[in-house]
């Protein structure tokens, strides 16, 4: 007699799923992120730009975030999805217009290191130093002495600010001249928007090549082992916002500790206050 098979537990031959943490979503198929996918993955990485926050103010760590790339690529997109959710006081976000005369007449970098990180804060610059090795350069704005110097100089200055405890972490954000054109297209017709377009950004469109020349030149020097760059795809707007913020969030080790529980404490009694009239004060008009 054949002996009896031994009974298999149940689902016993199907295959077994590979382990996943609760902070490893699953990857949504090619194409447009859904809606419901990018707002929940966003509010996650938003919850965790909240621990690095308290991590930083802790530990004191100082630490610049630069943001460069192509005209309409999507870098204001993604440093305010960054500062949406935290504290302005920790994540500073520099956007510096055009130098003075008195800012021109200084060393290169002067402008820019008074807006340095102190201890405990986060600064986003979008746009910074490399406005000499882009813009300036390609539009003339400067001599070919000074562009050459900054090529230079930059990587020493980088090695100086990382030497005396400031990390510094770049990201490029490249896009296509396809997506370029539908953005800016986009632009033109929003009444909201069109304030992106600056005069300079139309020129821009003339010298695209010489654009693309300036930064291969650009990451030729300055992409170093102490301060390397990083490239985004941001053809997709959605997936460079959350692949940023995910690097951003790999790059600084932070403890991801759940906050403290916060007890309110007991309101002061009114003893005898009494609000004065409505009538008495300026209302907003209630128009809604």
């Known amino acids: 007699m054949s002996k009896d098979k031994k009974k298999k537990p149940k ?24 809606s419901k996918f990018y707002e929940k993955e966003l509010l996650r990485l938003q919850a965790e730009l909240v621990k690095l926050q308290a991590w930083v103010r802790d530990k004191g760590l100082k630490v610049v975030v630069i943001f460069e790339g192509r005209d309409a690529a999507g870098k204001g997109g993604v440093i305010k999805r960054i500062t949406e959710r935290v504290s302005p006081r920790t994540f500073r976000v520099v956007a510096l217009g055009t130098p003075t005369e008195r800012e021109k007449s200084q060393w290169y970098f002067q402008r820019y290191v008074s807006h340095l990180p102190a201890a405990g804060e986060i600064v986003l610059l979008d746009r910074s130093w490399y406005n000499r090795a882009g813009v300036e350069h390609v539009m003339n704005f400067c001599t070919d002495d000074q562009y050459q110097e900054f090529l230079r100089s930059c990587p020493q200055f980088e090695r100086m600010l990382v030497l005396s405890g400031i990390q510094i972490v770049k990201y490029w954000f490249s896009v296509s001249d396809e997506v370029q054109e539908k953005r800016f297209q986009a632009r033109i017709h929003d009444p909201t928007k069109s304030w992106k377009l600056s005069p300079m950004d139309l020129k821009s469109r003339t ?20 301060a390397p760059w990083y490239v985004v795809d941001a053809d997709d707007k959605r997936r460079a ?3 940023t913020i995910q690097h951003l969030l790999s790059l600084i080790p932070y403890e991801g500790s759940t906050p403290k529980s916060i007890k309110l404490p007991q309101r002061q009694q009114d003893e005898g206050y009494r609000r004065p009239p409505k009538s008495a004060q300026r209302y907003v ?4």
Do not use: H
Not at 285 to 288: D, S
């Open 241 to 243: 916002r959350l692949n």
């Open 11 to 34: 689902g016993a031959d199907k295959p077994k799923k590979k382990g996943k943490t609760s902070d490893v979503p699953t990857k949504p198929s090619a194409g447009k992120l859904p």
């Open 285 to 288: 008009p209630n128009l809604y």
């Open 207 to 226: 010298k695209w090549v010489g654009y693309s020349k300036a930064k291969d030149e650009m990451f030729k020097y300055t992409d170093t082992s102490i």
